[in-house]
């Protein structure tokens, strides 16, 4: 599925998408910053382009990669909810990405960009 958002959402109102029977999403992200939250249960692979912020403030727990190595704004996600976690590439933003120790894959794939990123890793779930 090609999803495109422009100006979704803000830091105080974020928006909620409901997807179904839906196991890749394209997103392409525009305009002055995008705030959003997925809720799905078959969600597997989250490709994130564009040029403008994203903030995911929830995703499904079914998510096993995200690649938004083609990314060039900034990324904020927390996947410490996520239970298999195999691979995360960041793109050229400053990005802020939190991953639990407990619910990642024991050979989980990590690529960083071009930013300033900073990975928080928990152990909690």
């Not at 979704?8 to 928006?15: I, L």
């Not at 490709?47 to 995703?59: E, F, H, K, P, R």
């Not at 996600?77 to 939190?98: C, H, K, M, R």
């Amino acid at each position: 599925m090609n999803l495109t958002l422009n100006s979704v959402g803000s830091e105080d109102e974020t928006v909620k998408l409901t997807i179904e029977d839906i196991e890749t999403i394209n997103l392409t992200t525009q305009g002055e910053g995008n705030f959003v939250e997925f809720d799905s249960e078959d969600l597997n692979t989250l490709n994130i382009t564009g040029d403008s912020n994203v903030v995911l403030t929830a995703v499904p727990d079914s998510l096993e990669n995200v690649d938004a190595s083609e990314l060039t704004g900034n990324l904020t996600v927390d996947l410490s909810t996520v239970t298999s976690l195999a691979t995360l590439e960041t793109g050229a933003g400053d990005d802020s990405i939190t991953v639990s120790a407990n619910n990642t894959d024991t050979e989980m794939v990590l690529a960083g960009g071009d930013g300033e990123d900073v990975l928080t890793q928990n152990n909690s779930r």
